[in-house]
Each structure stands twice: as C-alpha cells, then as structure tokens.
Nanobody, 115 residues
Framework: QVQLVESGGALVQAGGSLRLSCAAS????????MGWYRQAPGKQREFVAT???????NYADSVQGRFTISRGDATNTVYLQMNSLKPEDTAVYYC?????????WGQGTQVTVSA
C-alpha cells in the first residue's frame, strides 16, 4: 500500500515557475518508480516524467528541458520543478507510484498557466 499526496499547484503567468511536491506514505526506496502525469479538460491523462529507485529519469518531449523530476532530502518525497511554463501546461497534475507492478495515484493538484 502506498498513499500519495501532491501539493504546490497554483496560478502562474506564462514563463514562470512552480515546484510540485509528492509525499509518499513509505520510503521511495521501496518503490520501483515515481512519476508525474497530467490531465487537461477534455484530454486523456498523459505522461510527464518518471524517476526509478535507481535514479534514472525520463521525460515527455513536451517538457524536456523545462521540467525536472527529483528526490528530496526526505526519503519519502519527490518533486517536479517546472520552469518556463506555457498555457498548454495547464492541467491537474497527478503523482504516481509503482510498487511490485501495482500503480498508486495521488488526488492531483491544479496548475493553471495564464497567457
């Protein structure tokens, strides 16, 4: 069992930055993969970024070079640093964990980027 809580979503102007946080109920050392997904109104949920327990990262082409996923000093926290935000980044952002092939999802946090 893994419980996830996201925070950090806000209204920001285009070109600005935000940092999202995801707190897990257990050490991420015991989680195979942590990641971020997002869903805009009328669209399917899409992949944003992932980080494995070994530290390997992967990013969607749309955020490459602008977003960075990382693990914090705490062993149960993962971050998504978002820079150079665009209106098309507007979405609900969800934290996702995979442990022993089982996926877990957070409740989501709203990010709105104004032009």
């Amino acid at each position: 069992q893994v419980q996830l809580v996201e925070s950090g979503g806000a209204l920001v102007q285009a070109g600005g930055s935000l940092r999202l946080s995801c707190a897990a109920s257990r050490s991420i050392r015991s989680i195979n993969s942590m990641g971020w997904y997002r869903q805009a109104p009328g669209k399917q949920r899409e992949f944003v970024a992932t980080i494995t327990s070994g530290g390997s990262t992967n990013y969607a082409d749309s955020v490459q070079g602008r977003f960075t996923i990382s693990r914090g000093d705490a062993t149960n926290t993962v971050y998504l640093q978002m820079n150079s935000l665009k209106p098309e980044d507007t979405a609900v952002y969800y934290c996702r964990a995979i442990r022993i092939t089982v996926p877990y999802w957070g409740q989501g946090t709203q990010v709105t980027v104004s032009a």
